[in-house]
């Protein structure tokens, strides 16, 4: 078996899981860490603006009981209403990463949010930030709606992934946008990966399912009553899948058809 077999590559770093988890909303510190261990993610996103400016001199944070070892920090733009804020987000992003000793973390979930009431992604505004980072070096992993030709313009810019949207943001309404998500999926040549809407397992099973390279979710864990559970849950739905699609799920058919044929119980 190859080393990299099946691994999720964004940018030049791959990844043994394609669930990643969001750190908010959570009731408790130690609900936080424990779903990330129980969830077996790689990858944890944190929104910038809710970090300290030094996180060594920090003991409150809990990002200093993490392995960054075993994880890898994932900043995030949240709350930035134009690519101006996302873009100076970032900057502070990649200097928090090496606050945790990833130097090297040039990572950037970008998300410029102008509508305060649905949180639907600008468009405009995610283009213009992801052209100016990316050219700054950043591995940009943006959050769109699900529009197939705003996937392709900010592929065609460099962006290491897309991530459009199942429905709106912390509502758990599941993926409202199978259709245009199966479009991005089929036209892609970098990871797609479902941000935002995921309620159930099930629901991120499907996501994977249809070909998604990874879910990102974070309040259909932090807001259920036992929240590393359902880390853990959504782990094995995420896994469960992949493996599906890699599988090939079988030929739909207008008729019933016997699973044991009587010609071949004939033969027996």
């Known amino acids: 078996m190859k080393e990299n077999f099946d691994k999720l590559k964004i940018g030049n770093k791959y990844f043994n899981s394609r669930l990643m988890l969001g750190t908010g909303k959570y ?5 936080a860490i424990d779903s990330i261990i129980t969830s077996n993610c790689e990858i944890i ?23 960054w070892k075993k994880l890898w920090l994932l900043p995030n733009t949240a709350g930035s209403q134009t690519a101006e804020e996302a873009i100076r987000m970032a900057f502070l992003g990649h200097e928090l990463a090496c ?24 468009p405009i505004g995610t283009l213009k930030a992801a052209e100016f980072l990316v050219k700054k070096g950043f591995t940009v992993l943006p959050y769109i709606n699900a529009d197939p030709m705003l996937a392709l313009h900010l592929e065609d810019l460099g962006c290491a992934t897309v991530m459009p ?10 993926i409202d946008n199978l259709t ?32 998604a390279s990874g879910v990102l979710l974070n309040t259909a864990v932090a807001q259920s009553k036992t929240p590393s559970q359902m880390a853990h849950a959504m782990n094995l739905a995420v896994k469960a ?28």
């Open 241 to 268: 899948g992949r493996l599906a699609y890699l599988a090939g799920r079988m030929e739909k058919k207008s008729y019933a058809n016997p699973s044991s044929p009587l010609d071949q119980i004939s033969k027996l």
């Open 180 to 211: 245009n998500i199966k479009i991005i999926i089929e036209n892609a040549n970098v990871p797609v990966i479902i941000d935002a809407g995921i309620g159930t397992p099930s629901e991120a099973a499907i996501a994977m399912e249809i070909g």
């Open 27 to 31: 009731k408790t510190t130690a609900d």
């Open 99 to 122: 606050q945790i000793g990833q130097e090297d973390n040039f990572f950037v979930k970008l998300e410029v949010i102008s509508d305060p009431k649905y949180l639907l992604p600008d």
């Open 165 to 174: 949207l199942g429905s709106p943001i912390g509502s758990g309404q599941g």
């Open 45 to 67: 996103t944190v929104a910038i603006r809710r970090l300290p400016i030094n996180l060594k001199n920090d003991n409150i944070s809990f990002l200093n009981n993490l392995d």
